[in-house]
């Protein structure tokens, strides 16, 4: 751990007004679980839009046990081997310097497609350095935002605030530097992290100016309470959601009805789409419901044969700011028209709900039961949702932190992490949770043993020295990312400035492979 910035960012004494903080991550790649952040940016506005503080860009350094991508090499431009990343921080230090951030109190955390991307990102870099994972979203009046699901509702409900822009092939597209392109805004790098975030804040700042209203009421529902009122209101009232998870063709959106918390996930409510009459699927089972639930077909493909659509039922999760809106949200101008959805049919598949809704909760609670179990073994950098910290683990881990953040100098932050090892955890998976955190931070700190255990577990992961071929391609290990260098090298959707990148890619996963043999073997 870097001890140059220990105290740096520290969370204020006295809470702050509320602000919003624009984020970015550039990643080595686009698996929240896996990937790692090679850079942050930020900056915090006010609740206008307006900086209130420097902006931030931080680096860290490539971890050895997670090779980029080359993909993500070809977008963002950046080699593994670029100076800003070289010279950058370990991965602790990033994640504390980062926690202290968006841990301010009256934070609103905003990015574009964070909620699905970055805010995942973040909680695995947190959960990876023992940091907490989740208090930053809710804790001392903080919250989070996705501007890109703002996008998509306005682009329903107020089309006039900007100018939608469609791909090659005439379909409509969100990508942040095709709005902006289309909107003038401020966007000079696409893939640069604090570019995004700056083209993120005109975007922000255009769709408010727009409709006031809407933006209000969008930031309403980063308190879940206000969402669990709507969907679990008492006599199963429609209500309108938007979500990507819907086709565009529909205006990614539809009409639904919830069956309430059927599970012991508190923030998850199953909802029926009312697009589709619930009566005929009452003839089906509960089995035949579980083999539906996971049919890639979806219920909206009214082309296909009935017994293959998969069920139409979507899980909304309070905590990750849905767009739900009471049904008078239709009396839009066109908005039923954009949706694609006849309002009669709605009403009527509305009451079958309410009239069979014992009968429909039952078919789902018994579906549920068929498809969902404990979750398979993951490694442990990845198993966050395996279950909460208890809190005593987790005292001891922000105490460990607290103490950390004081110190001086490395040796003393090496003593530190030796003491860290030597801790006893409820959590079974905190012992090798730790034992990765202090061997890529402070491999200084491991004693012969637990060395040992991580070079296996490089050689394990990453297989330095093994050949590939074509259907090694994907893999993340030596073997998978050289056969990907080939197939990219063939694959003419990149351009050739993009593609060129490969070659001095090549070049540093060939050293960092005779760097891992080398540790490996040390």
């Known amino acids: 751990i870097d001890t140059t910035h220990a105290k740096e960012s520290a969370v204020p004494v006295t809470r702050p007004a509320p602000s919003f903080l624009f984020f970015d ?153 095709e709005l902006s392109a289309a909107n003038g805004l401020t966007h000079e790098r696409a893939h640069d992290a604090l570019s995004d975030v700056e083209a993120t804040i005109d975007l922000a700042r255009h769709l408010h100016a727009a409709d006031p209203a809407l933006w209000e009421r969008l930031l309403a529902a980063r308190d879940k309470r206000q969402v669990a009122r709507l969907l679990d209101a008492a006599d199963h009232a429609p209500f309108l959601h938007v979500s990507s998870r819907l086709p565009a063709r529909v205006a990614s959106a539809s009409v639904f009805a919830s069956f309430g918390q059927v599970d012991d996930n508190r923030n998850r409510r199953e909802c029926w789409d009312l697009r589709f009459d619930p009566l005929p699927w009452l003839d089906l089972d509960a089995d035949a419901w579980a ?88 490694p442990v950098e990845q198993a966050l949702y395996a279950g909460f910290v208890p809190p005593g683990d987790r005292r001891l881990l922000d105490d460990w932190w607290a103490r950390a953040r004081s110190l001086a100098s490395r040796v003393e932050a090496i003593d530190h992490a030796r003491g860290l090892m030597t801790m006893r955890f409820a959590d079974d998976r905190l012992a090798e949770l730790v034992e990765g955190f202090v061997a890529r931070n402070l491999p200084e700190a491991l004693d012969a043993t637990a060395r040992r255990r991580w070079q296996a577990r490089l050689l394990e992961r990453l297989r330095p020295g093994e050949d590939g071929d074509d259907e090694s391609a994907g893999g993340r290990d030596f073997p998978g990312l050289r056969a990907e260098i080939v197939r990219l090298e063939r694959d003419e959707r990149w351009s050739g400035e993009q593609r060129a990148l490969l070659a001095p890619y090549r070049d540093w996963l060939a050293r960092r492979e005779r760097e891992v043999v080398s540790l490996a073997r040390g």
Request: a negative charge.
């Open 291 to 378: 083999e539906r639930r996971f049919l890639k077909n979806p219920p909206e493909d009214a082309e296909r044969d009935w017994d293959d659509l998969r069920l139409p039922i979507k899980s909304i999760h309070l905590n990750r700011v849905p767009v739900v809106l009471p049904l008078d949200a239709l009396e839009r101008d066109g908005v039923a028209q954009r949706m694609v959805i006849d309002r009669e049919r709605i009403t009527l598949h509305a009451e079958h709900f309410r009239t069979r809704f014992a009968a429909l909760r039952e078919r789902l609670v018994g579906a549920l039961e068929r498809t969902e179990g404990d979750l398979p073994p993951q």
């Open 25 to 177: 991550l550039e990643t080595t790649g686009a698996d929240p679980a896996f990937d790692r952040p090679l850079q942050f940016a930020a900056i915090r506005t006010d609740l206008a839009f307006e900086p209130i503080d420097k902006p931030v860009v931080w680096y860290a350094r490539p971890p050895t046990d997670c090779l980029p991508h080359p993909a993500a090499v070809m977008t963002t431009g950046m080699l593994p081997d670029a100076p800003e990343l070289e010279g950058g921080d370990s991965e602790a230090t990033l994640a504390n310097r980062v926690h202290r951030l968006v841990s301010q109190p009256n934070t609103c955390v905003v990015g574009f497609n964070n909620l699905r991307f970055d805010a995942p990102m973040l909680r695995f870099l947190f959960w990876r350095n023992l940091l907490d994972p989740y208090r930053h979203e809710w804790a001392d009046g903080n919250s989070r935002f996705d501007v890109l699901e703002a996008a998509r509702a306005y682009r329903l409900l107020a089309p006039g605030a900007l100018a939608w822009p469609t791909d090659n092939d005439g379909r409509p597209t969100l990508r942040l530097a």
